[in-house]
């Protein structure tokens, strides 16, 4: 048993032309984009918010846990 393509079959697909290109006007035209934030978002109070403390605060934690372990692995040489 074999597989069927999932692509459809161009002899039988309407609208192309010998090719393979489509007649002008056929495809819909280019969907709207919208970028960025619909409202204008307010500056934090604060210079640091809670996540970027956060962020610090683990940054902190990791460098510790990558100190202390390069010191053990250096004092048990």
């Avoid at 692509?7 to 192309?16: F, K, V």
């Avoid at 619909?38 to 990791?62: K, N, W």
């Amino acid at each position: 048993m074999t597989a069927l393509s999932p692509d459809p079959d161009p002899a039988r697909t309407p609208g192309l032309e010998p090719g393979g290109g489509v007649t002008p006007g056929s495809t819909p035209p280019e969907s709207a984009q919208t970028s960025g934030l619909s409202e204008e978002q307010p500056p934090p109070r604060r210079r640091l918010t809670l996540t970027a403390m956060i962020s610090l605060i683990a940054l902190a934690v990791f460098l510790l846990l990558f100190v202390a372990t390069a010191v053990l692995l250096i004092v048990n040489m």
